[in-house]
Every structure is written in C-alpha cells, then in structure tokens.
C-alpha cells in the first residue's frame, strides 16, 4: 500500500532534481506556493488535474510519484 510519507518523498526528491523553486512550480502549474507547501509537508495530495500538472512541470512519470515504479 503507497503511504502519504513515501508520495511526499518522491514529490520532494522530483522537486530537488528539477532545479525549481516551490514558488516557480506554483507558478507554473496555477496554485499557489501554499499548496506546493502542503504536499512537500505530507499534509494533503494534489487535485488529480493538479498531479498531472505537477508531474509534467516537474518531467517525471505519475507511476514514479505513486510508488508504482522506480
């Protein structure tokens, strides 16, 4: 079962690896950096829309965020 801790690490790593602020990834997927925020933080998942957005802001595959591959 994927845990709310391992998305969050793979969010936060997918992040790191982007060279992007969280503000710059808030920018460029609409929310606000608050958001950004609260998923680096483990308190709350994207929107789906939001997750697509995210993952193609950052260039990584949804299965990798989702603990569905490595």
Known sequence: MITLD???ERIIE?????GLTQSEL???????H???SCYVKGQKLPA???FANL????????AYILCLSD
């Open 6 to 8: 391992q998305v969050r």
């Open 14 to 18: 997918a992040i790191q690896q982007s």
């Open 26 to 32: 808030a920018r460029r997927i609409g929310v606000k």
């Open 34 to 36: 608050q958001q950004i």
């Open 48 to 50: 789906l829309d939001t």
């Open 55 to 62: 993952c193609a802001a950052l260039e990584v595959d949804p």
